[in-house]
C-alpha cells in the first residue's frame, strides 16, 4: 500500500520508511543549507499520521473535478460564444488557463497543502479551459465551407495531438530540472507561461470572421448547411445537381453592394454580434441561437451521443494505454513513449476521414466506417500486444494502428460535423453552441471513462478492452439512422 504524507516544515522532506516499521512511522529528512553546503540527516522525532491511503485517490479526484467542470463549461461556453468577440472569448480562456497553472505552482511557493485549493483551482481551470474548442471550431467553420471543410479541419485538428505529446514532453523536462529532479511547480509554471504567451499571439493576430478582414465567402448558409448537393428544407435530398465549390476570396470592399446584389454571397454564419468592424443589429441579435433550437437541428443529437461514446473509448486508451502496457512488461516510461503515437494514429486517421467524407459528402457514413472497423482494430490490437511482449518496434506500429480507427470518428464529428450542423440554421450564428453540446457531451463520456474503466482493470485488462469493443460498437449505432440518409445520396449521385 502507498502512503500519502504532507511535508509541513521548510526544511524537512519525507522519507521512505523500512519494511520492519508501521506504515504511519515515517522517518523525515531534515535538510539544512549552509557555507558548505547542503546536509541531510534523518528526524526520527517527527512521525506523520496518513489521512488518504492513496496519492493516486487525490489525483483522481482532481481529475474528476477538472473534467466535471470542464464538461459542463461547454455548454455554457458553447452559448457564449455565439453573442461575443471571438478573439476577446479565446484571450480570455486562455490567460484564465495560464494564471490557474501558475496558481497550482504557486501552492509550492507558498506552502499550501489545502486539498480544497486544488479543488477550487481545477474547477476554475476547468471552466477556463472549456472556452476553447466552441470557440476555435467556430473560428475555422466560419473561413472554410463545406467542400473541402473535412479535410482543412482533419490537418487543423493535429494540433490536438501535437499538443499532447509537446505538453508531456515540456512538462517532463520541467520537472525534470529542479531539485532531485522532481520540480513539480516547474511543471505547472513554463507550460502556464506558454499559455499567456500564446494568448497574446491570439489578441494580436486572430481574425474571427472573414468580414472582419473584409472578405466575403462566396458560398451560402443554405448550400453549406446540408453540404455536398443537398439543400436543407426541401425534403429531397440527394436529387439536386451537386456543385462545384470554389473559394474565390475577394475583397468587400471592391464591391460594398454584395450582400444587396446576391443574397447566397453572404459571409458564412451571419453575425449574431458585430466584431471589430461591425455593428450590432437588433434582428440578429433577437435570433439568436438557444439551447432548444440547436437540440432541434437534424442529426445533432445522434452526434453528440456517439461523440460520448467514440470520446470515452479515446480517452480510455490515451489514459490507461501506460498502465496496459505497464502489465504487458514495459517500464513506465517506455509505455508513456509507446502511448505517444497513439495521438500519432489519431493525426493519420483524422485526416484521412476528413478528405473521404469531403470526397463523397457523407461524414456520417465515414464515421461510422471508422467506428464499426475500430471494433476488431481493438481485438487485434490488444491479442497482438499480449503476443508480441516488450518488443518496442512493432508495439508502436499497433498503437498507431488503433489509434487511426479510434480516433478518426472523434475527430471527425468534434470538427466538421460541428461545423456543419452549425450552419444548419440560417440568419444566426450557432457553430459555437452546436460544437459546445456536441463536445460536452462528448466530454462526459471522457469523465467517467476513469471510474468505469478503473473498476473493469480491476478484474483483467481483457474485460476493458471488451468493454470498449462494445462501446465502439454502439457509438457506430448511434449513427445507423445518418448512414441511411448518406447512402441513399450516394446512390443518387
Not at 189 to 205: K, Q, R
Not at 270 to 283: E, F, I, N
Not at 285 to 299: D, H, K, M, N, V
Not at 428 to 444: A, E, H, N, Q, W
Request: net charge negative.
Amino acid at each position: 500500500t502507498r502512503w500519502l504524507y504532507v511535508q509541513e516544515l521548510d526544511d524537512l522532506m519525507p522519507a521512505r520508511s523500512t519494511a520492519s516499521e508501521s506504515p504511519d512511522a515515517v522517518h523525515w529528512l531534515k535538510v539544512r543549507e549552509g557555507a558548505g553546503g547542503m546536509t541531510v540527516s534523518e528526524d526520527k522525532s517527527v512521525r506523520a499520521k496518513p489521512n488518504v491511503l492513496d496519492g493516486s485517490v487525490l489525483l483522481g479526484t482532481l481529475d474528476s473535478i477538472f473534467l466535471g467542470f470542464y464538461t459542463a463549461g461547454l455548454f455554457v461556453s458553447g452559448y457564449v460564444g455565439d453573442r461575443v468577440d471571438l478573439r476577446l472569448f479565446l484571450t480570455i480562456g486562455m490567460v484564465g488557463s495560464a494564471i490557474c497553472m501558475m496558481l497550482m505552482a504557486l501552492a509550492y511557493v507558498l506552502h499550501v497543502h489545502s486539498l480544497a485549493y486544488f479543488c477550487v483551482v481545477n474547477a476554475v481551470f476547468g471552466l477556463f479551459q472549456s472556452m476553447g474548442w466552441p470557440a476555435v471550431v467556430a473560428v475555422m467553420g466560419s473561413w472554410f465551407g463545406h467542400g473541402n471543410r473535412g479535410f482543412i479541419m482533419g490537418v487543423w485538428n493535429c494540433h490536438t495531438s501535437v499538443g499532447n505529446i509537446l505538453g508531456s514532453v515540456i512538462t517532463a523536462a520541467a520537472v525534470g530540472s529542479g531539485m532531485h529532479h522532481e520540480d513539480w511547480p516547474l511543471g505547472y509554471f513554463l507550460p502556464g507561461l506558454i499559455m499567456a504567451l500564446c494568448a497574446a499571439a491570439v489578441y494580436l493576430f486572430l481574425i474571427a470572421h472573414p468580414e472582419d478582414a473584409n472578405v466575403a465567402v462566396p458560398w451560402s448558409n443554405a448550400h453549406d448547411a446540408d453540404g455536398a448537393g443537398r439543400r436543407s428544407g426541401d425534403g429531397n435530398e440527394g436529387e439536386e445537381e451537386e456543385e462545384e465549390f470554389t473559394y474565390d476570396f475577394h475583397d468587400v470592399s471592391e464591391s460594398a453592394d454584395i450582400h444587396e446584389e446576391n443574397d447566397n454571397q453572404v459571409p458564412l454564419m451571419q453575425s449574431a454580434a458585430r466584431r471589430s468592424t461591425g455593428a450590432v443589429t437588433a434582428k440578429v441579435a433577437a435570433c439568436g441561437s438557444t439551447f432548444l433550437e440547436a437540440l432541434r437541428i437534424p442529426g445533432l443529437v445522434p452526434y453528440s451521443v456517439s461523440l460520448l461514446l467514440s470520446k470515452m473509448c479515446a480517452y480510455s486508451v490515451l489514459y490507461w494505454g501506460p498502465y496496459f502496457l505497464g502489465s504487458v512488461g514495459f517500464t513506465s516510461e517506455t509505455a508513456g513513449y509507446l502511448c505517444s503515437f497513439f495521438d500519432i494514429g489519431g493525426m493519420i486517421g483524422g485526416i484521412a476521414a476528413g478528405f473521404i467524407s469531403d470526397r463523397f459528402g457523407v461524414r456520417a457514413l465515414v464515421a461510422f466506417g471508422f467506428q464499426v472497423l475500430g471494433v476488431p482494430a481493438m481485438a487485434f490490437y490488444y491479442h497482438e500486444t499480449v503476443a508480441v511482449g516488450t518488443e518496442v518496434g512493432p508495439n508502436i506500429w499497433l498503437m498507431i494502428f488503433v489509434g487511426i480507427f479510434i480516433n478518426a470518428p472523434y475527430a471527425l464529428i468534434t470538427t466538421a460535423v460541428s461545423a456543419d450542423l452549425g450552419n444548419k440554421v440560417e440568419s444566426t450564428r450557432m457553430l459555437s453552441l452546436v460544437t459546445g453540446i456536441i463536445d460536452g457531451t462528448g466530454s462526459f463520456g471522457a469523465m467517467i471513462q476513469g471510474v468505469v474503466v478503473g473498476l473493469i482493470a480491476s478484474e483483467s485488462w481483457a474485460s476493458v478492452w471488451h468493454f470498449l469493443m462494445v462501446a465502439q460498437g454502439l457509438s457506430a449505432v448511434m449513427l445507423v439512422m445518418l448512414v441511411k440518409q448518406d447512402v441513399q445520396h450516394l446512390r443518387s449521385r
